[in-house]
Nanobody, 119 residues
Framework: QVQLVESGGGLVQAGGSLRLSCAAS????????MGWYRQAPGKQRELVAL???????????NYTDSVKGRFTVSKDNAKNTLYLRMDSPKPDNTAVYYC?????????WGQGTQVTASS
């Protein structure tokens, strides 16, 4: 089992930045992918960014097109923590952001953290 706890959400103004954190615990050695999803009111949950364990050349990252160049996903293996840095978020980035992990057997989700981006 894997437990995920997000933090760092809040209100961010246009031109600002915000960093979300996701602390992982439990059977973390089995995790091969972690990422961030978001769900805005009345919309389906969607992928924001994903980081998968790579080879000696490093991990692989993928982003949804709308956040490329503004959001950065990273991972600190020593702290078992996943991050999402959001630069210049837009009002339509307002959503509950969920941390996600996959150990190839099942998906794990955090409780979510609210991000509100004002114009």
């Amino acid at each position: 089992q894997v437990q995920l706890v997000e933090s760092g959400g809040g209100l961010v103004q246009a031109g600002g930045s915000l960093r979300l954190s996701c602390a992982a615990s439990g059977s973390i050695l089995s995790i091969y992918a972690m990422g961030w999803y978001r769900q805005a009111p009345g919309k389906q949950r969607e992928l924001v960014a994903l980081i998968t364990t790579g080879d000696h050349r490093g991990d692989n990252t993928n982003y949804t097109d709308s956040v490329k160049g503004r959001f950065t996903v990273s991972k600190d293996n020593a702290k078992n923590t996943l991050y999402l840095r959001m630069d210049s978020p837009k009002p339509d980035n307002t959503a509950v952001y969920y941390c996600y992990a996959d150990d190839s057997n099942q998906d794990y989700w955090g409780q979510g953290t609210q991000v509100t981006a004002s114009s």
